[in-house]
């Protein structure tokens, strides 16, 4: 019996979450891992790279056994803009804070889509930066700035 790839796209993708789920294992390594009664701060990591790695795993023995489509041009355009709007909102929420890097990160990864709309999009980026400075900020308290430096505050 001879193995052969037969749903390169499901091949790859399982190599891909199998890579991050050991990836995620090899790097906690470093931290005390506890018990499932008093977890340690490499319990979590290392429970879900395991699961990860293991839906990865059974991905890529999948794609060996039944069909499924082909991979795809890679779509770079895209690519660019969704990486580029997650810097942008790395770069933009300090001095920006919450309200000005959310609807940015938004927009620019929306625009990927060729279903973009302005008006969709801009009210899934204004009432996504309520909700977000809602409960991250006011119900949980988190020490991230609603305006940042670039506004005074």
Do not use: N
Not at 3 to 17: A, Q, V
Not at 57 to 85: P, Y
Not at 142 to 149: A, D, E, H, M
């Amino acid at each position: 019996m001879s193995l052969s790839i037969r749903s390169p796209k499901d091949f790859w993708s399982g190599i891909m979450f199998l890579c991050f789920g050991l990836a995620g294992v090899y790097i906690a390594r470093e931290y005390a891992m506890g018990s499932a009664g008093r977890m340690g701060p490499a319990f979590f990591p290392t429970m879900l790279g395991w699961m990860l790695a293991a839906i990865g795993f059974a991905t890529a023995v999948r794609a060996m056994i039944g069909h499924g489509q082909a991979l795809e041009k890679v779509a770079f355009k895209e690519l660019f803009l969704v990486l580029g709007s997650v810097l942008l909102f790395a770069f933009l929420l300090r001095g920006g804070g919450l309200a000005v890097a959310i609807p940015v990160l938004i927009m620019v990864s929306a625009y990927a889509s060729h279903k973009f709309t302005w008006k969709e999009s801009a009210l899934l980026a204004f009432g996504s930066a309520a909700v977000s400075i809602m409960l991250f900020v006011k119900a949980l308290g988190l020490p991230l700035p609603v305006l940042g430096t670039w506004f005074g505050v």
